[in-house]
């Protein structure tokens, strides 16, 4: 209730307060729905109205003319903060923030104001308290603290180094990440510029593409760093422009480390700051009604501000007249009117209803009626007390939009980050292509996603025989009749030549050339974006929906930002399989089996159990030491069975802690555990109607021995956390290194899930046990690095191939490719010599060789690295092994950057 209220009621009542008249109706002061009381100058409780008795569950008699602090603080004195007592003081109004426990055991914020009643000379007589309940308004804080919390925390979680620069390159914000990946604490960084991190060079490179987001390019980029300490640091920078109306703010970017260059990048976007404030107080506006006349008897200040008129204006005027504008009482034209309700009925209503403000707006007022009643107990006039309701609608309305903003902008960056952390995982254009299908699925349901890649030559279409015909249908359908009018080799040219990675929607005047014009009359609403490595086209995503709909800009830029990472990736797949396709015709059939390379008479056995078990779904054992290629072996069989059209997912069960194992394996639902924020398919709902690969199946943690065996025996299972038993149609393929009898005897391994597993054994034997297949590996190697390189090497002299063929190859397979990498890269003629060879063949060793595999191993990883500085995706390449694995042998082996090995 508004001071001036109060006021009124002091000018005009002077006298009577001074000699506390009963006579004062006590309805009025009854009416307001907040707590009201008024003291003396002894502190002592003249009047409560009724809404103070009901919080405070008192009566009127034994608390009035009672001391204030006695009744409601249960004191002997006055409060040392008195907000009473300093009114009587100043004479001036007062108001705080108050904590009250009601008494029936709840405790709610209050706003209380005291105002003072004066007498004819301007002294304080009397004092009059009103509170009013803010605690949704203090919970409403607490809610949007809590929401931008939740996604700092979000950020700073983040693996990869996430920051923000201004329009003049300095940093406005670096996560923990980033500052570590620099060597600097985060303040350290702020407002300074990117440029001072950077080498010459780097800076021109920085600088131009700092003048690219300036033009609102986003783009990814090799830059090379520099860390506090001084040593250089080699980084992929994914970088977006900052655009409001056009204007250039800055930028924000995700710097990863260039050992990821097959890992997609995370770009992150932030979600947009709330740009309205949780009002701190509603007005609220009373006014006096005759219900006999319908006339305005009385109004207070903020009612006659809401309807823009002085005081002269309203009193004595129709109600309808001055709120609505009409000429005749609303219940005359059926309008429900609270006023005459609560005449007829004798009793306090309350409902909402919409006026117009002084501006032509509409506002919702919660309106609230009390009857004033004369001696004859008829109702003489009604208070109405209005509550202007809009802003608080409209704050709930806004929270819970923003709320659902920033869970969308966390689904989309846990979705980047699942795509920075599994994309190494998918080994061939199949498998990631399924990937990137179900997840626009899940942005954009009821649509199809269409992915059109070109071959290494930019010639044609890739076929992608070997996705599941779900992920391949709408992209042939879409194929077929782009060939009826001879438009498919217009659409590859178009790809070929194009170099904007912008999006086109079926909107655009882009999308009238003649094979975009097709596809409008296939889909009512579509968009299509080129995918692009490094400024080359490699293909076009296309994702049409079979009803009309408007795409977010939050959405496409979410999907321009995920094929900005996956192009330079699916470039790399390309070329890959351009590799892998000339090695597999260069190579006659005998001496080769796929990717698998070797005459002898042990490979011939391994091609022969390969062919025999590929027509059949038992579960397959495939064992042999590392780097011998279980995985090429599991990849054959897969591609040899009758579920080539399905995923083929590898797990490695070394890479996982026990817990995540199990997530990683089956899923989870959300919720299931901390950091669950929703649910996740594992790799075994991933795989189905295909072939899941169990790598390293002897460090699989005992529980999980328990869930696997279930799984192998009906092919059910359940999500972690969850209760919905899942049905999964999965051929399991197992690799180990291990001696599972030894496994089995020392209690760790169970011999249930062993027979289970060993239904067939595939055993790869060690280079050492194979050595005449070392000449025909050499020229494999030879002529997949030839063709990397761009040389013409033609030959291996004599003494370089008996170094090949004398050394006994602890590393396998891939220890020999990583030595003919090195050859070629250091020989530059036609012939390798031993010269060229790597050390540890030229020297007959870098020390004493343990006669333990595991040492050897140990070794050989630990040499890659340091041959490689570090850079853990190069050595995970020239080891033959994934990323996942390479990070588990280093923590096996406790290999550390700077340490030497005895």
């Not at 009758?642 to 959300?670: D, M, Q, W």
């Not at 063709?787 to 020999?816: H, M």
Request: hydrophobic share 35%.
């Amino acid at each position: 209730m508004s001071p001036r209220f109060f006021d009124s009621w002091n000018l005009k009542r002077r006298d009577d307060w001074a000699r506390q008249d009963e006579n004062f109706p006590p309805s009025i002061f009854n009416s307001v729905t907040d707590p009201l009381a008024l003291y003396d100058r002894n502190f002592q409780v003249l009047r409560i109205n009724q809404a103070f008795m009901t919080m405070h569950q008192l009566s009127a008699e034994p608390v009035i003319g009672r001391k204030c602090y006695e009744v409601f603080h249960g004191r002997s004195a006055i409060c040392e903060k008195c907000h009473v007592q300093e009114v009587f003081a100043t004479g001036e109004p007062r108001s705080r923030e108050m904590l009250l426990s009601l008494p029936y055991g709840e405790q709610r914020f209050f706003e209380v104001h005291a105002y003072p009643i004066k007498d004819s000379r301007g002294t304080t007589i009397q004092v009059i308290e009103h509170g009013r309940d803010i605690t949704w308004r203090k919970n409403l804080k607490r809610q949007l603290k809590a929401s931008e919390e939740k996604y700092r925390t979000i950020v700073e979680m983040a693996r990869e180094g996430i920051f923000t620069v201004d329009a003049e390159a300095r940093f406005t914000f670096a996560n923990e990440s980033m500052a570590r990946m620099l060597g600097y604490r985060p303040e350290e960084i702020i407002g300074r510029s990117a440029f001072d991190f950077m080498e010459e060079e780097a800076k021109n490179i920085a600088k131009a593409q700092f003048e690219q987001r300036r033009q609102g390019v986003a783009d990814t980029y090799e830059l090379n760093l520099k860390r506090k300490d001084g040593a250089g640091l080699v980084n992929l920078v994914s970088a977006a422009p900052l655009m409001v109306n056009g204007a250039f703010l800055g930028s924000i970017g995700v710097f990863t480390d260039i050992t990821q260059l097959k890992q997609v990048e995370a770009e992150l976007r932030t979600a947009k700051e709330f740009e309205e404030k949780i009002i701190n107080s509603i007005t609220d506006n009373l006014i006096i009604i005759d219900p006999r006349t319908h006339r305005i008897v009385q109004a207070n200040d903020s009612f006659l501000a809401r309807v823009g008129l002085e005081s002269q204006a309203v009193v004595a005027r129709p109600c309808y007249e001055v709120m609505l504008g009409r000429t005749r009482p609303c219940a005359e034209d059926g309008i429900s009117c609270p006023v005459q309700e609560t005449a007829r009925l004798k009793r306090e209503a309350s409902s909402h209803k919409a006026y117009p403000d002084i501006q032509g707006q509409e506002r919702i007022f919660q309106i609230n009626t009390f009857p004033f009643f004369n001696a004859q107990g008829e109702v003489e006039l009604v208070v109405r007390l209005e509550r202007d309701a809009t802003d608080k609608r409209r704050m709930e309305e806004a929270l819970a939009f923003r709320t659902r903003e920033l869970e969308k902008t966390q689904l989309q960056l846990e979705k980047l980050f699942e795509i920075s952390r599994e994309g190494s995982a998918k080994n061939s254009i199949p498998e990631l292509i399924h990937f990137l299908h179900g997840v626009t699925l899940e942005i954009f349901p009821e649509s199809d996603p269409m992915f059109f890649l070109l071959d290494a030559g930019k010639q044609q279409f890739l076929p992608l025989a070997e996705c599941p015909p779900y992920v391949t249908e709408p992209t042939q359908r879409l194929l077929g009749r782009l060939e009826q009018p001879g438009l498919v080799a217009d659409f590859v040219q178009y790809l070929g030549k194009n170099k904007d990675p912008q999006i086109i929607t079926f909107a655009e005047p882009n999308s009238q050339v003649p094979f975009m014009k097709l596809i409008s009359q296939t889909y009512p609403s579509w968009f299509g974006l080129p995918i692009l490595a490094q400024q080359h086209g490699v293909g076009y995503f296309l994702l049409g929906s079979h009803t009309f709909r408007e795409y977010s800009r939050e959405d496409l830029h979410f999907i321009h930002a995920l094929f900005a990472q996956v192009g330079g990736y699916l470039g790399h797949l390309v070329q890959d399989e351009l590799e892998i396709n000339h090695r597999t015709q260069e190579l006659s059939r005998p001496t080769s089996y796929g990717e698998i390379i070797g005459q002898s008479k042990e490979m011939q056995e391994v091609y022969d159990l390969i062919d025999l078990v590929s027509g059949t779904d038992a579960t397959v054992l495939i064992t042999g030491d590392n780097g011998t290629g279980k995985e090429l072996v599991a990849q054959s069989i897969h591609r040899q069975s009758k579920r080539n059209r399905g995923p083929f997912v590898v797990a490695n069960c070394s890479a996982y802690s026990p817990t995540l194992l199990e997530s990683e394996l089956f899923g989870h639902e959300k919720g299931a555990f901390t950091g669950a924020i929703r649910r996740k398919k594992g790799r075994f709902e991933l795989a189905q109607r295909g072939t899941l690969f169990l790598d390293e199946i002897g460090d699989i943690p005992p529980a999980t021995q328990v869930l696997l065996l279930r799984f192998l025996q009906d092919h059910c299972f359940e999500r972690v956390g969850g209760e919905v038993t899942i049905e999964a149609d999965v051929r399991v393929l197992v690799a180990t290194n291990k001696d599972l009898y030894r496994e089995i005897r020392a209690g760790r391994f169970r011999d249930d899930l062993y027979y289970r597993l060993n239904v067939i054994s595939i055993h790869l034997p060690s280079l050492k046990q194979r050595k005449e297949d070392i000449p025909l590996l050499c020229q494999h190697f030879l002529n997949k690095y030839n063709l990397k390189e761009g040389k013409k090497i033609t030959r291996f002299s004599s003494n370089a191939l008996q170094s090949l063929l004398d050394f006994d190859w602890p590393g396998n397979v891939r220890q020999l490719e990583n030595a003919i990498s090195h050859a070629v890269i250091l020989a530059k003629g036609e012939v390798i010599r031993r010269k060229h060879l790597p050390r540890f063949l030229k020297e007959g060793s870098e020390g004493t060789i343990s006669s333990s595999l595991t040492e050897n191993e140990r070794r050989l990883v630990f040499r890659i690295l340091q041959e490689v500085s570090w850079n853990k995706h190069e050595a995970a390449r020239r080891l033959r092994i994934s990323r996942s694995t390479l990070y588990g042998k280093i923590r096996r082996f406790g290999l550390k950057e700077g340490i030497t090995l005895d």
